[in-house]
């Protein structure tokens, strides 16, 4: 057992009186993937939103390779290495696709280093890189905007990977994906797995089976279980837990 | 191909421009000369509006900061040594101000109408968009600012002349202000800071900078979570609008020897924006174009139906947002648009538009 | 006349100023909260509401002139609002900055019209009889103070809009639509509620409020083509510091704003109390930058 990556840390997130996060505890290693599941309502989204400084904990600490990052600006949090994609894809429909991951490779963020013109060669390589490994090489100079909702999802997906984040934070990356790209995008996570961490949120038990990974089960802003899939869908408290979504589990 | 069109256009322009003295008339000169004295403001509102996203009612105010501190310097520069401005007498002052002395120099009175305005704007952008108020809610604080701007103009009578502003200037660096070869000269110094002007704003939309500040314009929080810290770009953006609004308000002083509250206010700013936006607010050719446009039509309008010109900027303004929100240079984008539906290539051409397509989104 | 006399007259003149910026600024508030658009020909409505007050008690004598003003005016301020909605601010959808530009259009078209039809120099109402005098306090602490019966009503009224509007959203049909809209558009779409007649609906409704606050207005001050202007910038700042579509946010927003610009007005001049009031916005937005009552929801959360 090394040190983890990220350490979050009985946090406690409140909106108008209610605990949206619970005394939520989480730690990841390096170059690991983890799996949030939970019920609509569980707190998955907030904790990203935690993690990542744009929802401020009333109790709790986030510590991010030894230093705590708890009520830090977003941008300084990112800059640290931590990158989220959104569920609804996040990205800037009027920019093209090489544009967009273009921003997102960009070394230099400061506001007084952006005055230059053209990019430096160990951005252009690595956008180039992120075009393959997402597969958008051929649609590089069309919009963002234009892309099917496929490869929006991947484009973002790869502006995290751009952004060259050791924490990745993924939320939904296979949403309203066909099975076949959902399959991809999994095979893509397991790659990115040997160099960066990732904290997946999804709902789609055969996607999550797919990224064969342990996995935390959420429920009222606290965490329930973690184990892997198959200790998941044999624990009867998870099965209550879900209530209806009892079907999908066992199916999936 | 398109490059290429641009830059001739740009040419074109710059050639009548340069050759204007020989073909106008004194008084259309000095028109134009006022008028491309307002075009560098326009392209400082351009950069944060165009490119930026950020629509100020309040430009000026960066102008009449320009404008005013120029025009203290003017002031000074006529008076006999130890005497006071009329306004000040009248108003029982019997001593100069110290904030009023230091513009004597001309050197500090150049500094000041570049600096201050500059801080002014980065200070105001800087509280507002460090805490994320953006939006329609700048826009509101900028008008309020140039309203409290104006009315605290006219209520200082003993510092800043008040209602009337400041005129009679005599001199400006030695040469007298109302010789021809004068105004001659002062035309050519403005086309020379406008190109200059154009050329930086050309270079700071090309920067890393120009590209964050677009994508900040399209999505503020996506960039956000890219690292980058929108509220630096957005205040430094403003703050160099702010500052070629102050260059631009001076240069419209030495031109029309006179600033006064009137030409700060609400409606003078929004008259800025107007221009602006008939141009096309992110084509920096198309807003000195508008700028050019809508001042001579200003100027026609209202010496002929003195009353038409607030219908005619009211109508203005609803036609160029719901129909051609890219203004004047939206047209030949239209135009393609038009020809290659007709020849049903739309679907091909869709896919490689310009980068910076600029219709707004929230 | 005391100390104490002196500032509860600024009160009471703060706390008059208050109610009509609330009235203006409460269609402000509640279209912005509920379609993210600001009228920049909102005072414009202030204006036609004046005007059309002064229409009013020029047709109409009697006891019943001036009730019929105050109809007028919100009505006629109230279907000019609704075509502006129908013809402009509709197309705009999704695009506040520009709305702002286009309404800035109709605002100056709107006072270039009464100025050609009524003249640069202000009309003025009438007020009715039983507003004539005031209520004069002669003894004690408070002697000298004088409260005009015609600001006493403005309050009055303000209060009883306000009233309205509150048992409107809470407990009418159309409130609840609204305060559905406002929650998550998509959703209230998605359950049949008519959107676009809520924008409607809501829109026509606040400027026709704005009508109102006009012909309360022309109680006190000549209406002058540009009367709405002057006030309008202040019910702007009123929506700045009252956040995001929320009644009580507006109204305390608009006491504040009303309050401080009577009370620095002791002390300084009226137009340094303008700078004051912009410097006291600017450093309350570093504080409570969402406005003074800001409902965190799932909707807003998502960036």
């Known amino acids: 057992m090394g040190t983890p990556l990220l350490s979050v840390e009985n946090v406690t997130v409140s909106f108008n009186g209610f605990n949206a996060l619970d005394g939520m505890s989480l730690h990841l290693m390096p170059t690991s993937i983890r799996v949030l599941i939970g019920p609509n309502g569980a707190g998955k989204s907030t904790l990203l939103d935690t993690i990542i400084g744009h929802v401020r904990p009333s109790a709790g600490r986030v510590v991010f390779k030894g230093h705590e990052i708890t009520r830090m600006d977003e941008y300084k949090i990112v800059r640290r290495g931590i990158c989220r994609k959104f569920q609804a894809p996040g990205i800037l429909d009027n920019l093209t696709v090489a544009e967009n991951l273009n921003l997102a490779a960009r070394r230099h963020r400061e506001c007084w280093r952006s005055f230059s013109v053209g990019l430096n060669k160990e951005v252009r390589a690595q956008v180039e890189r992120v075009l393959t490994l997402v597969g958008l090489n051929d649609r590089k100079h069309a919009l963002a905007g234009q892309l099917s909702h496929g490869q929006k999802q991947w484009l973002e997906i790869g502006m995290v990977v751009a952004s060259d984040a050791e924490l990745l934070l993924l939320d939904e990356p296979a949403a309203g994906m066909s099975h076949d790209e959902s399959a991809q995008t999994a095979a893509l996570i397991r790659e990115l797995a040997k160099q960066h961490s990732l904290l997946v949120i999804d709902h789609d038990m055969a996607f999550v089976d797919q990224l064969d990974a342990p996995v935390s089960v959420m429920h009222m802003g606290r965490m329930l279980r973690e184990g892997t899939l198959e200790e998941i869908r044999n624990d009867p408290q998870i099965a209550a837990v879900y209530l209806g979504r009892v079907k999908e589990v066992s199916v999936a | 191909m398109k490059k290429w069109s641009a830059l001739s256009l740009d040419i074109v322009l710059l050639a009548a421009l340069a050759l204007a003295p020989l073909y106008l008339s004194a008084y259309h000169l000095s028109l134009l000369g006022r008028f491309l004295a307002l075009a560098v403001l326009s392209l400082g509102i351009s950069v944060i509006w165009g490119w930026g996203g950020i629509l100020s009612l309040g430009q000026g105010v960066f102008w009449g900061l320009g404008a005013y501190v120029l025009a203290m310097h003017l002031k000074l520069t006529g008076l006999a040594p130890g005497d006071l401005p009329d306004f000040m007498m009248w108003s029982g002052l019997d001593h100069l101000p110290a904030w009023w002395k230091i513009f004597e120099h001309p050197a500090v009175a150049i500094a000041g109408v570049v600096v201050i305005p500059t801080i002014a704007g980065g200070l105001l952008a800087w509280l507002v968009f460090n805490r994320r108020v953006s939006g329609v809610y700048f826009s509101l604080l900028t008008q309020a600012l140039a309203l409290a701007f104006s009315t605290l103009l006219i209520s200082q009578q003993a510092y800043t002349g008040g209602f009337n502003g400041l005129t009679d200037f005599s001199t400006i660096l030695g040469h007298p202000m109302i010789d021809p070869g004068f105004q001659r000269n002062i035309y050519w110094i403005t086309l020379g800071v406008l190109v200059l002007a154009s050329i930086a704003c050309r270079w700071l939309t090309h920067t890393a900078f120009g590209r964050v500040l677009v994508a900040i314009r399209d999505g503020e929080s996506r960039v956000r979570f890219l690292g980058y810290h929108p509220a630096a770009y957005k205040t430094i953006a403003f703050a160099f609008g702010a500052m070629l609004a102050g260059i631009s308000g001076a240069l419209y002083v030495v031109h029309v020897g006179v600033i006064s509250p009137a030409m700060v206010g609400v409606i003078p700013s929004i008259e800025m924006v107007i221009a602006v936006a008939v141009g096309g607010r992110s084509s920096l050719t198309g807003v000195v174009l508008g700028t050019l446009l809508v001042n001579f039509g200003k100027d026609w309008i209202s010496s002929a139906m003195p009353e038409m010109w607030q219908l005619a900027m009211g109508a203005l303004f609803i036609l160029v947002v719901t129909a051609l929100p890219q203004g004047l240079a939206g047209i030949p984008g239209l135009v393609e648009k038009l020809v290659l539906w007709s020849k049903g290539k739309r679907e091909a051409k869709m896919a490689d538009q310009p980068a910076i397509a600029l219709v707004e989104k929230d | ?303």
């Not at chain 3, 209406?223 to 709405?228: E, L």
């Not at chain 3, 109390?273 to 410097?279: G, I, T």
């Open chain 3, 1 to 303: 006349m005391g100390h104490a006399a002196i500032i509860a007259g600024q009160g009471f003149n703060g706390v008059s100023l208050a109610s009509i910026l609330l009235l203006t600024a409460l269609g402000l508030a509640l279209s912005f909260g509920l379609m993210n658009v600001i009228n920049m020909a909102h005072g414009e409505m202030l204006m036609v509401g004046g005007y059309l007050s002064f229409l009013a008690t020029k047709m109409v004598h009697g006891p019943l002139a001036f009730p019929f003003a105050l109809l007028l005016s919100f009505a006629g301020a109230a279907l000019l609002g609704a075509l502006l909605e129908v013809t402009v601010i509709r197309w705009l959808y999704g695009r506040p900055l520009d709305t702002l530009l286009a309404t800035w259009g109709v605002s100056l078209i709107l006072q270039q019209a009464a100025r050609s039809l009524f003249g640069a120099i202000g009309v003025e109402v009438v007020a009715p009889h039983w507003l004539e005098g005031s209520v004069s306090i002669e003894h004690g602490l408070l002697a000298g103070l004088s409260m005009p019966y015609v600001r006493i009503f403005i309050i009055l009224l303000t209060v009883a809009v306000l009233g309205l509007l509150m048992v409107f959203i809470a407990r009418t049909r159309w409130g609840l639509y609204l305060r559905a809209v406002h929650q998550d558009r998509e959703m209230a779409q998605a359950l049949g509620v008519n959107t676009r007649w809520v924008d409607l609906v809501v829109f026509s409704m606040g400027t026709g409020v704005a009508g109102l606050a006009g012909a309360a207005l022309a109680l006190i001050a000549p209406v002058t083509p540009t009367v709405g202007q002057s006030y309008v910038v202040y019910a702007f700042l009123v929506v700045i510091v009252g956040g995001l579509g929320s009644l009580f946010g507006t109204t305390l927003a608009a006491l504040l704003v009303g309050l401080f610009s009577a009370g620095v007005q002791m002390f300084t001049s009226i137009s340094l109390a303008d700078v004051w009031l912009l410097v006291l916005v600017i450093l309350f937005i570093q504080f409570r930058p969402k406005g003074i009552i800001y409902q965190r929801s799932r909707a807003m959360k998502e960036a």
